[in-house]
């Protein structure tokens, strides 16, 4: 009996090849190969090998995207001097521990002097910032071509140069997460003044940070006449804070309309403007309320919000007043 397959080519097919069976990637290295001698071969794929664990570990595209989102988050945050016994550490103090006596038996030109020594560090930290998260960039993506080179004979004889650069990068990435923290305030002069022969105490300052007030976009709605608003801090602080609302009519047209502003100190998260005029589009700010250890606050959140159209008929709106601050209370809701 016998048996004929046909349509399978099979005389045509170059079993011999070594392509034959191969993905894409398989043909590009097995074409590499032929570049290099079997034992240049394996040196190549073990250093290979070790320069993409670097960057799928160590400068990740996912862990700079953190990186770059922490940076942000830094850019938005407010900056103050803490001062602190030498003995605690910082976030330790209330007012048990450090009574407001430390701040009488400083000079107060002198503090003034280290506020602005503050805020020039601060800003420099946050350009260094910025620079190092830059060289991880360009780092990463000149390793990353590198890594994709069709030849891998120049890979081989730049190792040398790709592993100092596997190290400067892993300096660069300490330096940055260590620069994430604010640290010591640089003090050239003695704060307290001679007090004679009371003991002076031993005090050191540092930076501390907070986190950036924001407003609640979901839940800060206006209405015909009123907005209701709510802002947060994402790390809610120990101690209630004191807030600063600002608000302003965008492109008012008549003189009295350019009284619909006002500045509002505010001691809760959540606050209601009322008196406003209807169907017309307010700006509102939110920030902590000045302190004296303030030294660095860039950012400060903005809302744009558009109040709803009044019943045909209503008043005119230039026949209303300015927005009655006194009745403006914070929601109870």
Same mark, same amino acid.
């Given at each position: 009996?016998?048996?004929?397959?046909?349509?399978l080519?099979?005389?045509?097919?170059?079993l011999?090849?070594?392509?034959?069976?191969?993905?894409?990637?398989?043909?590009?290295?097995?074409?590499?190969?032929?570049?290099?001698?079997?034992?240049?071969?394996?040196?190549y794929?073990?250093?290979?090998?070790?320069?993409?664990?670097? %960057?799928?570990? +160590? @400068?990740?595209? =996912? &862990?700079?995207?953190?990186?770059? /989102?922490?940076?942000? #988050? *830094?850019?938005?945050?407010?900056?103050?001097?803490?001062?602190?016994?030498?003995?605690?550490?910082?976030?330790?103090?209330?007012?048990?521990?450090?009574?407001?006596?430390?701040?009488?038996?400083?000079?107060?030109?002198?503090?003034?002097?280290?506020?602005?020594?503050?805020?020039?560090?601060?800003?420099?930290?946050?350009? %260094?910032?910025? +620079? @190092?998260?830059? =060289? &991880?960039?360009?780092?990463?993506? /000149?390793?990353?071509? #590198? *890594?994709?080179?069709?030849?891998?004979?120049?890979?081989?004889?730049?190792?040398?140069?790709?592993?100092?650069?596997?190290?400067?990068?892993?300096?660069?990435?300490?330096?940055?997460?260590?620069?994430?923290?604010?640290?010591?305030?640089?003090?050239?002069?003695?704060?307290?003044?001679?007090?004679?022969?009371?003991?002076?105490?031993?005090?050191? @300052?540092?930076?501390?940070?907070?986190?950036?007030?924001?407003?609640?976009?979901?839940?800060?709605?206006?209405?015909?006449?009123?907005?209701?608003?709510?802002?947060?801090?994402?790390?809610?602080?120990?101690?209630?804070?004191?807030?600063?609302l600002?608000?302003?009519l965008?492109?008012?047209?008549?003189?009295?309309?350019?009284?619909?502003?006002?500045?509002?100190?505010?001691?809760?998260?959540?606050?209601?403007?009322h008196?406003?005029?209807?169907?017309?589009?307010?700006?509102?700010?939110?920030?902590?309320?000045?302190?004296?250890?303030?030294?660095?606050?860039?950012?400060?959140?903005s809302?744009?919000?558009?109040?709803?159209?009044?019943?045909?008929?209503?008043?005119?709106?230039?026949?209303?007043?300015?927005?009655?601050?006194?009745?403006?209370?914070?929601?109870?809701?």
């Amino acid at each position: 009996m016998n048996f004929q397959v046909t349509g399978l080519a099979l005389d045509k097919m170059k079993l011999d090849s070594p392509h034959s069976f191969l993905d894409a990637e398989e043909v590009e290295e097995a074409d590499d190969q032929q570049l290099l001698e079997p034992e240049a071969w394996r040196t190549y794929v073990e250093r290979r090998n070790v320069l993409r664990e670097f %960057l799928t570990t +160590d @400068l990740s595209p =996912q &862990l700079l995207k953190r990186h770059h /989102a922490r940076m942000q #988050l *830094l850019k938005k945050c407010s900056y103050y001097i803490e001062i602190l016994p030498k003995h605690l550490a910082l976030g330790d103090q209330n007012p048990l521990v450090l009574p407001n006596t430390m701040f009488q038996l400083i000079d107060p030109w002198k503090f003034q002097r280290m506020k602005k020594v503050g805020t020039a560090q601060t800003k420099i930290q946050l350009l %260094l910032l910025g +620079d @190092l998260l830059e =060289q &991880l960039d360009h780092g990463r993506a /000149a390793l990353d071509a #590198l *890594l994709e080179a069709p030849d891998p004979r120049p890979f081989l004889t730049g190792w040398g140069l790709v592993e100092q650069q596997l190290a400067d990068l892993s300096v660069v990435m300490d330096n940055f997460l260590a620069m994430m923290v604010p640290g010591h305030l640089h003090v050239k002069h003695r704060l307290v003044s001679d007090i004679g022969a009371t003991k002076i105490p031993h005090i050191r @300052l540092m930076l501390s940070t907070k986190m950036p007030v924001m407003f609640d976009r979901k839940e800060s709605v206006a209405h015909q006449d009123w907005v209701s608003l709510r802002w947060f801090v994402t790390i809610q602080p120990a101690a209630p804070e004191q807030y600063e609302l600002r608000f302003k009519l965008l492109e008012p047209r008549t003189q009295q309309e350019c009284t619909q502003c006002g500045i509002v100190p505010v001691a809760a998260c959540t606050f209601d403007v009322h008196n406003l005029l209807p169907n017309r589009t307010y700006k509102f700010t939110i920030k902590r309320a000045e302190s004296y250890t303030l030294v660095y606050e860039p950012w400060r959140d903005s809302l744009t919000l558009q109040t709803m159209p009044g019943p045909p008929g209503g008043p005119a709106p230039s026949r209303l007043g300015k927005p009655s601050l006194p009745l403006t209370t914070p929601s109870e809701r």
